[in-house]
């Protein structure tokens, strides 16, 4: 069987990471190198890195600690934010990226997906979608969430798998910082329209949160969080064994 | 001395750090002469079987790896590379490979249930179905491997297969043939246990 996968997104500026508790044995908080390495021993099995950088010195800066922490981290690694063309794509691969996620770039243009899942893989061209519901209908958002661009979340995401994208990350703005919980009725209406794996993202707050994940959407693949795992409110090997005793299949 | 052969297929900059991470010396290079001198070999790939088939033919690599394979040379396929390996493939029409493992690559979705979701992608357990290959000596059965595929390797012969994995059934994660093995999972991306492969790998001088 394979495992549900569970993943700490980081989010970089300017090649630190921007917030995180300072764990034990971590000399460095905000080196996206420790802490990467830090969760890939700590039972992660995937992480996200996401570039929130504006400036072009913090995308180098960003593109180094990426190749810094792909020379010492082996596990999968995503990269997105800011990723816009093939050439973004070309750039962060080259790295020691494995998957790139793509959002506001696809939504500027969906034939981003389809050049970059011929050139390299549909396997390396992960769809992030923000959707919120707006008067009961699913809206996808850009631009970090603060313009919603009208078009019906569920049938973006069929599209963009279409086109070629081989996994989907949905982000749920309704629940996203509330930390009550996944998205789970969001998560239920993707995982019927499409057939490449789904990674719920928004509203992890307990370990639990997890468990209701898994076993009420089993089709969804992953859970990704960022500040639960940053703040250590909850530890990964706490939360596979829990998942473990829970009967959900996972890596120990 | 490990040598990644590059032949324009996938980003071997994963690949080339793990082996430098367990301190082994490993040299990244598409050049003929080089890869006709190398100790060891490991053939990476990912994306289309047909288009990293060409470029093993037109860059003259293929008959270089057929020449070391039968001097030898411990050879080690990855994903791609792995299924390269076999006889041919029916990805995208049919296409021969290098012949150095009898037997060919097929589409999961022939023999899965249709529940499951195609690429297989994600950590998966293996099997060790004939006991434990040296390559896997510094690893355990049930030890976690990550996948990301959509064909996998039917050997003609069972021998030849030293670890399975259970995805609907029992499909490939490894197989070998004397001197020459293959991964369809990427030990390079396989956390720990993908480090123990290739220090396994680094120690292996390959079945007689």
């Known amino acids: 069987m394979v495992t549900k996968r569970i993943i700490p997104c980081l989010d970089v500026r300017n090649g630190r990471v921007v917030k995180g508790k300072n764990f034990e044995g971590l000399k460095d908080v905000s080196s996206p190198t420790e802490l990467a390495a830090y969760y890939s021993d700590s039972g992660a099995d995937e992480l996200v890195f996401y570039d929130i950088t504006a400036s072009s010195e913090g995308r180098k800066l960003f593109t180094d600690v990426l190749r810094e922490t792909a020379s010492k981290v082996f596990i999968p690694l995503t990269v997105g934010g800011g990723i816009n063309t093939t050439d973004d794509f070309e750039r962060v691969l080259k790295c020691g990226a494995d998957k790139v996620s793509v959002n506001s770039g696809a939504i500027a243009n969906p034939m981003l997906i389809k050049a970059a899942a011929e050139k390299y893989g549909s396997q390396c061209v992960v769809i992030s979608a923000d959707i919120k519901r707006v008067d009961g209908v699913y809206r996808v958002f850009s631009k970090g969430g603060r313009i919603n661009t009208g078009m019906e979340g569920i049938e973006w995401i069929k599209k963009c798998v279409d086109l070629g994208a081989g996994e989907v990350v949905v982000n749920s703005i309704d629940t996203d910082g509330v930390k009550k919980g996944f998205d789970l009725e969001m998560l239920k209406a993707v995982c019927a329209a499409v057939d490449v794996p789904v990674i719920a993202s928004g509203g992890a707050g307990q370990i639990n949160d997890f468990v209701s994940l898994f076993e009420e959407c089993p089709d969804v693949d992953a859970g990704l969080a960022a500040s639960v795992f940053h703040y250590g409110k909850i530890g990964i090997p706490e939360l596979k064994k829990v998942l473990k005793e829970n009967n959900i299949a996972v890596r120990l | ?208």
């Not at chain 2, 290079?29 to 100790?39: F, N, V």
């Open chain 2, 1 to 208: 001395m490990i040598t990644v052969i590059d032949y324009g297929v996938g980003n071997l900059f994963s690949l080339e750090s793990s082996f430098s991470y367990i301190g082994e010396k490993v040299k990244v290079t598409g050049d003929p002469e080089e890869i006709s001198k190398a100790e060891k070999l490991v053939l990476p790939g990912v994306g289309a079987f047909r288009d990293a088939a060409e470029k093993l033919k037109n860059s003259g690599i293929d008959e270089i790896v057929k020449e070391k394979a039968g001097k030898g040379v411990p050879i080690m396929g990855i994903c791609l590379g792995m299924q390269l390996l076999f006889d041919k493939s029916s990805e995208f029409g049919n296409y021969r490979g290098l012949g150095l493992i009898k037997g060919s690559v097929e589409p999961i979705k022939e023999v899965i249930g249709t529940k499951l979701k195609i690429p297989h992608i994600g950590w998966n357990a293996l099997k060790f179905p004939r006991g434990k290959h040296p390559v896997f000596r510094y690893i355990n059965e049930g030890d976690y491997v990550y996948f990301v595929h959509s064909y996998y390797a039917k050997a003609a012969k069972k021998e030849n297969v030293i670890a399975t994995t259970e995805y609907g059934t029992e499909i490939t994660a490894a197989a070998a043939d004397k001197n020459v093995m293959g991964c369809q999972f990427h030990p390079e991306k396989s956390g720990k246990v993908g480090l123990e492969i290739l220090k396994g790998f680094c120690e292996w001088e390959g079945e007689k």
